[in-house]
């Protein structure tokens, strides 16, 4: 790959490449992620001299005379290898647009089954036109948490990093109201207190730092997991059971019972709509489904009565 020469779009030489490396695997090996991340860029132009081109301008379905200051790359990714490649990007002038996303995206998943790769989940952060994207024009609901292309079923999810973060957010901000109980952030806070004052701690890796989330930190994934982690949710438990702390623990613990449930599990359906996964793809081993289960469990709690939606 690293003689490769990038340029924008989808690159037809890397896929080459793939095709080449795919080609003696079994079919398990070729199930893959299509992989959609945004970014803003700094604007600027440059003259690429082997092409006679400048470059920095838009390019999605069609060259504009426009600057760009954001870039969509797509990537791909293994799901029964330990694998990713990035396989194309495009410059926009602000974020691309659903309908625009959906060409691309399409396309994409057709260049990958040419190549006889097997795209079979899409997954991106939350942004506003991924989820019109997703929920608007492709229709995924979380009944049907897929869209169908060429009579494939294609499911979509949004990353568990961003889920977890934007659910250690919500829940440090606003709180949930549970069966009339009120979840707040203080629950955590008494907890790490008390924790903090024993010589043996339930969880050692709660530091001060997941408790303040100083600037930029609501950013760091590793903060928000271990605020959700299993270790914290039994010390909360526990204390909560000897009267130590007080408050509703329920839906503090039902995220890292559903999230850490799968990890032994390779072909099982856990709620309405993985069903049809599991049947068609029995190969698939733990990651994937992982991530669906960790889709559903949020797609369970927005059912719940709450005081808020909880992924925003």
Not at 29 to 52: F, T, W
Not at 72 to 96: C, D, H, I, N
Not at 137 to 143: A, Q, Y
Request: some cysteine.
């Amino acid at each position: 790959m690293q003689g490769i020469k990038v340029y924008l779009g989808f690159n037809h030489a890397i896929l080459e490449a793939l095709r080449l490396k795919v080609a003696p695997l079994p079919t398990a090996s070729k199930l893959v992620a299509v992989i959609l991340d945004e970014m803003a860029i700094k604007e600027g132009l440059s003259y690429d001299k082997g092409r006679d081109m400048v470059e920095g301008f838009v390019e999605g379905k069609e060259r504009r005379k426009e600057i760009a200051n954001h870039a969509l790359a797509f990537l791909v990714r293994g799901l029964g290898e330990k694998w990713k490649q990035p396989f194309g990007y495009f410059l926009t002038s602000g974020p691309m647009s659903g309908m625009e996303m959906k060409d691309l995206l399409l396309q994409g998943v057709d260049l990958l089954r040419g190549i006889d790769l097997i795209p079979i989940v899409v997954i991106a952060d939350q942004g506003s036109n991924n989820r019109n994207l997703f929920e608007t024009i492709l229709g995924v609901t979380i009944d049907k948490p897929y869209f169908q292309h060429d009579g494939s079923k294609i499911f979509i999810l949004y990353d568990p990093p961003h889920l977890l973060k934007n659910t250690r957010n919500n829940f440090k901000k606003h709180g949930f109201v549970i069966d009339g109980k009120d979840i707040v952030w203080d629950h955590v806070v008494q907890f790490y207190d008390c924790d903090t004052s024993k010589p043996i701690r339930m969880a050692p890796k709660l530091t001060k730092k997941h408790i303040d989330l100083p600037p930029f930190a609501n950013l760091r994934v590793c903060l928000a997991s271990q605020v959700l982690s299993h270790s914290v949710a039994a010390g909360m438990a526990v204390m909560a059971h000897w009267k130590i702390i007080v408050g509703s623990l329920n839906f503090y613990v039902c995220l890292p019972r559903l999230y850490l449930g799968t990890c032994a599990s390779k072909n099982t359906s856990y709620v309405t709509g993985l069903e049809v996964f599991s049947e068609e793809h029995s190969c698939v081993e733990g990651p994937v489904l992982v991530c669906l289960l960790l889709h559903a469990c949020f797609s369970y709690m927005s059912n719940i009565p709450v005081c808020m939606i909880c992924i925003v």
